[in-house]
């Protein structure tokens, strides 16, 4: 806390001149001020708190090494976000496993939570327990896409963002997000197809 | 079957209009296929809003010692920038030192030693004999007989043989 007294009012472009001059206080202003954003985007590739914070810092110390290609231009949140994005994406890809979603390796929670909620038709609030087997369910669901289309995903029908936001984050074309999405939004679909169908046969 | 699988496939489910949702519906109906296509639709939007949900919980309640362990990592990365050069140097710097005195060696024969060279042969050549002239030249003298000194030395033997 020390460290951030007097730079609290400082310029984006003014924080950057000073840490780049390994002004250490000012880095730490970085980190302060947009930890929450970069986790944010941690958080989306990663549901593991540890990953998540390895994810974090690895931004912060690539933004460090990279502040000489920051001109203020764009903000600061900007720029931080397309680090973590790739920082991210490297990640996953060098962790490159994509098991397949079998009905057999469903535990007895999830092949439950499967049978309530696919019975159900929209609108229904799940309970605390059932959002915990459903976040497994969706962090495994995940796990069978590529980084990039796993990202579109999150983004376009998770949190509802649009494919220019998606195209800004990543460096993309927006014709690149839209076929990202439409192959992880089928291959969710044909994946959680078999599941539910599998139920109902059984 | 295509038809509907493919407006679910090309828009986020909760991005899907009043006019397409009445369009699945009244297929799914009818169609067992679409409507399993349609339930797996809506189940993956449901996964995938309950992960965000959960990510942003995780952002706001992020540890608090976050700040801390960064700029410990920062540190130790400067440190380790430093401390890879003064290892570079403790590795290298012997051979560095060595080269920089060859080449100082090297500079000190080619520049200065011609220069002595040439003061040297100045000097000779004031000098009207030189040490060597003069060792080549008694040489010379000492060895030089004229003819008569010749036969009076082949024929002095002869008659001592007598």
Redesign the interface.
Known sequence: ML?SNGYEQASEIELARQARA?D?GA??EI??RF??RV??VA??FF?D?GH??EA??ET??KA?AQLKSFEGRGSMEGWLTRIATNTCLNMLRSASRRPELLNSDLSDDETEF?ET??SQ??GET?DAEQ?VV??D???R??ETLSPEDRLA??M?????ASVNEVAEVTGWSESKVKVR??RA??K???A??KL??AK?IV | MNHITDILDNTAFNGLTESDLSTIRAHTASCVECAHAFAAAELSSLLLTERVSEAADSTANANPFFQTRVLAAWREQQAGAVWSFRRLWNATGAIVASMAATTAALAVLVFVTPATNTTDQQTASLVPYSAETVVLEQDRGDNQMTNDQVISAIYDDDDEGR
Do not use: C, T, Y
């Not at chain 1, 376009?156 to 509802?160: F, L, P, Q």
């Open positions: 460290l390994e250490e880095f730490a980190v302060r930890s929450p986790f944010h958080h989306r549901r708190r998540a914070e974090a810092q912060f110390l460090f499967l909620v696919s038709v929209g799940l959002k459903a976040v369910m969706a962090e669901l995940l995903l999150m376009i029908d998770g949190e509802g999405a439409f939004r089928k969710a679909r044909e959680l197809e539910i169908g109902r």
